[in-house]
């Protein structure tokens, strides 16, 4: 299997919407951490297969 990632910034007021809008496009969600030297905004890592 073969996977492609994306990074997505993550906005506060809106994270459900933006995850659930990836995952009907068939990425998983794979990790969230801050971004770099933000502090507050966070960046949510994703996955999904190459077909």
């Excluded at 995952?23 to 971004?35: C, F, H, K, R, Y």
């Amino acid at each position: 299997m073969k996977f492609e990632y994306a990074t997505v910034p993550l906005l506060s007021h809106a994270t459900k919407q933006i995850l659930d809008t990836w995952g009907s496009d068939g990425w998983e969600l794979v990790q969230v951490i801050p971004a770099p030297g933000t502090g507050e905004q966070l960046v949510a890592y994703m996955k999904r297969e190459v077909k």
